[in-house]
T-cell receptor, first 116, second 113 residues
């Protein structure tokens, strides 16, 4: 158990809908990262938040957005869903904050999103 | 841009066989290199890392050496077990943004008794 929790575990929805994925980081971690894992694209970094502020952005679509709240939990919002958005969405957390050394990322178990 | 390439799977080995999973990278600057493992139904876990040239990362019998001259970070284990069956990801992070990690496509390993 990494200490990172994600809800829900599974989500099935229809095209055009909007969903929210939730992540609680490990106690004491200030950084939260979101990743998308699909068969055709592999594991893609989406976005990182550090202590409530956006820190780094990857291949995140404009239809997707995220935020980190004062209690440090994070939510990933996916809207106008398409079939191709079906994937595993992982959240990871780290102590974060340093730009001069790598902070180990601890991954949650993921949310499996199926868009029908 | 920065990228990681690793050997395609799936790889199937018998128990106690020798394992090598090849990984090469392209990066500006001097990246840190990692191997992550994903067991069935779980998230990724950091397996080992190396932060500079000629460093050797090791954990749970797995080893990988940072080879700057060949831009490689091959994963090896002398004797695999059934419990090593998982997907293995090679990854890097660079000086441009140490918190951002770029992953390879993953290599699925199945170890049969």
């Amino acid at each position: 158990d990494s200490g990172v929790t994600q809800t829900p575990k599974h989500l099935i929805t229809a095209t055009g809908q909007r969903v929210t994925l939730r992540c609680s980081p490990r106690s004491g971690d200030l950084s939260v990262y979101w990743y998308q894992q699909s068969l055709d694209q592999g594991l893609q970094f989406l976005i990182q938040y550090y202590n409530g502020e956006e820190r780094a952005k990857g291949n995140i679509l404009e239809r997707f957005s995220a935020q980190q709240f004062p209690d440090l939990h994070s939510e990933l919002n996916l809207s106008s869903l398409e079939l191709g958005d079906s994937a595993l969405y992982f959240c990871a957390s780290s102590v974060g904050g340093s730009r001069s050394s790598y902070n180990e990322q601890f991954f949650g178990p993921g949310t499996r999103l199926t868009v029908l | 841009g920065d990228s990681v390439t690793q050997m395609e799977g799936p790889v199937t080995l018998s128990e106690e066989a020798f394992l090598t999973i090849n990984c090469t990278y392209t990066a500006t600057g001097y990246p840190s290199l990692f191997w992550y493992v994903q067991y069935p139904g779980e998230g990724l876990q950091l397996l080992l890392k190396a932060t500079k040239a000629d460093d050797k990362g090791s954990n749970k019998g797995f080893e990988a050496t940072y080879r700057k001259e060949t831009t490689s970070f091959h994963l090896e284990k002398g004797s695999v077990q059934v419990s090593d069956s998982a997907v293995y990801f090679c990854a890097l992070s660079t000086g441009t943004s140490y918190d951002k990690v770029i992953f390879g496509p993953g290599t699925s390993l199945s170890v049969i008794p």
